[in-house]
């Protein structure tokens, strides 16, 4: 009697609960959603790549949608002012991040800066990151590591000429490029090419990157339908820990090489001068080892392995992709190579390219922006999390949803650009390019703004701008290149590109004596 008892009431007061939840429901005003299936949610609607297939689904329901992926609630955005109301007043409402498992392993539980929630940790990461190590003074500290790897480049795709090579495959070189250069600044160290110390380390790091990528930019199917929590299906978080015990290994030997180097540096009377050059080039792991010193508590070598992995994921492939997707580009349209080469041969002249001359080429940047607008390597952004309900676009937004800002959708939106599918730097110089309202966010905007930003406009714009300077580019073959994106975690190209290349005669003095 009492069990029947208690299961009445039991089902009573669940009855309650729904209804009373389908009422507050009703009245909250949620943004449009198409239909969905049980446990799936909208998982089934969207194939790859992601960005194509929400803008797919945008186009049909509007400008904000509402889908769920498996059991979590995440928002679509797909226009400017929408984009807008995020990042400005309700930006701190979505400054968070959720919690999916890379960021679990990959972002040190969460503590990394990529992943860290909204809060004082994630505060003073950011603080370390843009002051400390991203500021422009240390980042100009750093030139010379970027000119000396843009300049082997040169001199490799030189030899090989030499040797009777015409045709060369960019990308590969883009990634291990960029690869020495964060490694350079992060630690000291150069990977590929000539002078590797460590060939065994390079490799071991070629394969962890490579392998984290895919794991980062697969979606795990744990993180939308918690109920198979208890599977893993595709293996794939086993995955993750056994890369990332590996990837943290390396990391550790680099901090202990560091550590024991500036010991060195620190006690020896003698070194007097090389004190002075181990201030100038201090590493970033150098930079946050003398944190640790004064705050051993906080900085920690798991906070300072954090940084280091999120620096080197955020900042590598991004910048490496960017100049594939620019130099493609030129590549189907030869008149922009050659106002670009004009302009070089104007404002820089015989000599190879330096930073300090990228100030006086507009129309490079011109490319780099229209480039990043056609293909952002991140077209979704980073997923942000809203941390409190609030209102978009008159729409109720509740907490804990997942925030998709769709940056490829916005950036060829046929209201904001004049015929947006169309390769045009120019674009960038007159009123269009004006940048009143968020109509090209590649980096994104607000709290979580990309911090690299001005560090990447500087690596690729060193890279295109020697390359144009150095060689004549030409596609293989008549037909245009493919610029088809693959699926991937940051934009790449569905076909890794390859071009026809020659030194320009007027170079080949210089580049012979690199
Ligand atoms: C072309 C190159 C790059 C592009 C297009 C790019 C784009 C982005 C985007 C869209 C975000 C997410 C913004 C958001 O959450 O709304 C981001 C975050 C980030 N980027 Fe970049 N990035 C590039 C290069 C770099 C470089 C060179 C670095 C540093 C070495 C870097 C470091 C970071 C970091 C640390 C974050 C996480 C910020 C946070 O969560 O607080 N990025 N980037
Ligand atoms: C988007 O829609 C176009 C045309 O309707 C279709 O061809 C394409 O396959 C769709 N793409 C995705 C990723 O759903
Ligand atoms: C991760 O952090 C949570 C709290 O935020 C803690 O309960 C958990 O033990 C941590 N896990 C590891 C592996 O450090
Ligand atoms: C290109 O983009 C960068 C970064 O978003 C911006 O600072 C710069 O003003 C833009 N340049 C032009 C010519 O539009
Ligand atoms: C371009 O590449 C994609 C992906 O590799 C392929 O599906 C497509 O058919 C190609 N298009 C042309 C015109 O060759």
């Not at 400390?132 to 003074?137: F, K």
């Not at 620190?266 to 004190?275: L, Y």
């Not at 080469?341 to 015989?350: F, T």
């Not at 026809?500 to 170079?507: C, I, L, S």
Request: net charge positive; aromatic share 8%.
């Amino acid at each position: 009697m009492d069990i029947f008892l208690a299961i009445s009431v039991l089902i009573f007061f669940f009855f309650l609960f729904s209804i009373s939840k389908r009422l507050l429901q009703k009245r909250k005003n949620l943004p449009p959603s198409p239909p969905s299936l049980p446990i799936l949610g909208h998982l089934h609607l969207l194939k790859k790549p992601l960005h194509r297939s929400l803008t797919n689904l945008s186009n049909r329901f509007g400008p904000i949608l509402s889908l769920r992926f498996g059991s979590r609630p995440v928002l679509i955005i797909s226009s400017s002012s929408l984009a807008e109301e995020c990042f400005s007043k309700n930006d701190i409402i979505f400054a968070d991040r959720p919690r999916l498992s890379a960021g679990k392993h990959f972002g040190y539980n969460y503590t990394a800066i990529g992943w860290a929630p909204y809060g004082p940790h994630w505060r003073n990461l950011r603080r370390i990151a843009t002051i400390e190590i991203l500021s422009s003074n240390r980042i100009q500290m750093f030139s010379a590591v970027r000119i000396q790897e843009v300049r082997s480049l040169m001199k490799d795709l030189f030899r090989d000429s030499e040797l009777g090579i015409s045709v060369v495959e960019l990308k590969s070189r883009f990634s291990e490029l960029t690869f020495n250069v964060m490694m350079g600044m992060i630690a000291g160290k150069r990977y590929y090419g000539e002078n590797v110390v460590n060939l065994e380390e390079a490799k071991r790091f070629h394969e962890i990157t490579s392998e984290s990528s895919t794991l980062i930019g697969s979606p795990n199917f744990r993180d939308f339908v918690p109920v198979l929590g208890w599977m893993d299906f595709e293996g794939v978080e086993k995955r993750m820990v056994r890369v990332v015990r590996r990837r943290d290994e390396l990391m550790q030997t680099l901090i202990d090489e560091r550590r024991r180097r500036k010991k060195k540096v620190d006690f020896s009377p003698s070194m007097g001068v090389e004190v002075e050059v181990e201030k100038k080039e201090k590493t970033f792991i150098d930079v946050l080892l003398s944190l640790q010193e004064t705050e051993p508590e906080y900085y920690t070598d798991q906070i300072i392995k954090g940084l280091m992995s999120a620096l080197l994921t955020a900042g590598t492939e991004t910048s490496a992709l960017t100049t594939e997707w620019a130099m493609s580009l030129q590549l189907n349209h030869p008149d922009v190579l050659e106002k670009a080469k004009a302009e070089l041969d104007m404002h820089v002249g015989p000599r190879l390219l330096e930073e300090s001359d990228l100030a006086k080429l507009p129309y490079l940047h011109c490319i780099i922006n229209e480039t990043l607008r056609l293909y952002p390597v991140a077209p979704l952004l980073l997923p942000h999390e809203s941390s409190e309900e609030s209102i978009l676009g008159g729409f109720d937004v509740p907490r804990g949803t997942m925030l998709l800002v769709n940056v490829w959708a916005i950036h060829r939106d046929p209201k904001l650009w004049v015929d947006p599918t169309d390769f045009k730097p120019e674009r960038f110089q007159g009123p269009e390019g004006a940048k009143e309202g968020l109509k090209s966010i590649p980096f994104g905007r607000g709290r979580r703004v990309c911090p690299g930003a001005s560090l990447a406009m500087r690596m690729v714009g060193l890279t295109l701008g020697t390359l144009i300077q150095c060689f004549e580019w030409e596609r293989v073959g008549e037909e245009k290149m493919n610029m088809t994106e693959g699926a991937g975690l940051t934009m790449p190209r569905a076909q890794p590109m390859k071009a026809v290349y020659k030194p320009r005669h007027t170079m080949l003095n210089m580049l012979s004596q690199l």
